[in-house]
């Protein structure tokens, strides 16, 4: 044998050999890719099944979670149109007349003097209350009140001070004190149960 023979038979038994090493890995890789398959196939399957399975546990949750977004939403809006009706008596109460105003205020004091010595505390732009008015309620109810130098940050009425003791009958309180006192009834007539 020539050494061109030679060569040609080493590298016609290296074609072959590299011949069978491709097909055995590309039988191997078809092997490997049919099992993925198969594998994915397997897990899709199951996945189908239990979200079948578990679809009705999860859309129940969807709705139970959405109610409670719905009431959440409907609550806040019930208590934004409560104190709306809060703020619109507040509103009303600013806007008394003087005749009522004084009339309201004559009727808190009556309730809240007890040395007949205190203070009444205003606010700064406090418009009926005045030095006037308290010294004729001094003369009619035998009380020695005067208006005090400090003002205060209130929509109207007055804190009367005695000491340390203050009795709070501004108009922000009286509505604080029946929202408090009458807020269920609010509510009942604002949103009358449908059941």
């Known amino acids: 044998m020539s050494l061109e023979q030679i060569t040609e038979k080493i590298k016609n038994d290296a074609i072959r050999e590299a011949e069978k090493v491709l097909a055995k890995a590309k ?28 679809k009705p546990e999860i859309l129940r949750r969807r709705e139970i979670v959405a109610k409670l977004d719905v009431k959440k939403r409907m609550l806040h809006s019930q208590r934004n149109l409560i104190q709306d009706v809060y703020d619109s008596a507040l509103d009303e109460m600013k806007a008394f007349s003087k005749n009522d105003y004084l009339k309201l205020c004559e009727s808190l004091l009556n309730q809240s003097v007890s040395s007949k010595k205190e203070e009444v505390l205003v606010a700064e732009n406090e418009k009926f209350i005045d030095e006037a008015w308290i010294n004729e309620y001094n003369e009619k109810k035998n009380t020695n009140l005067v208006i005090s130098k400090d003002n205060i940050d209130i929509s109207g009425g007055f804190i009367l001070r005695s000491g340390k003791i203050r009795t709070n009958c501004s108009w922000d309180m009286l509505l604080q004190v029946a929202q408090e006192k009458n807020e269920s009834e609010v509510v009942k007539r604002l949103f009358p149960s449908t059941e």
């Not at 398959?37 to 199951?46: G, L, R, T, V």
């Open 27 to 54: 039988s191997k890789a078809s092997e490997i890719t049919d099992k993925g398959a198969k594998e994915n196939d397997a897990i899709k399957d199951s996945f189908a099944k239990r979200f079948a399975k578990e």
